[in-house]
């Protein structure tokens, strides 16, 4: 089992690897990894709640 000192120090390897590359690199990263990954959260929380955003009783949409 992993304990939160490792995670964090994880954590802390991972950020001094990537604030250690070039910008160029650093902007690619975050391009192809960082933004599809917030967008899949994004669309998660959404699926999420979506069921609380109609009445009770009320499966269409409404309108």
Known sequence: MWSVR??????DAFELWLTGL???VQ???V???VLPACA???IGADR???????PRGRRDGGA
Do not use: E, K, N, S
């Open 6 to 11: 490792t995670i964090i120090d994880g954590w």
């Open 48 to 54: 999420a709640t979506r069921r609380f955003d109609t």
């Open 40 to 42: 899949l959260v994004a």
């Open 27 to 29: 902007v690619v990263f």
């Open 22 to 24: 070039p910008f160029v």
């Open 31 to 33: 391009t192809v990894v």
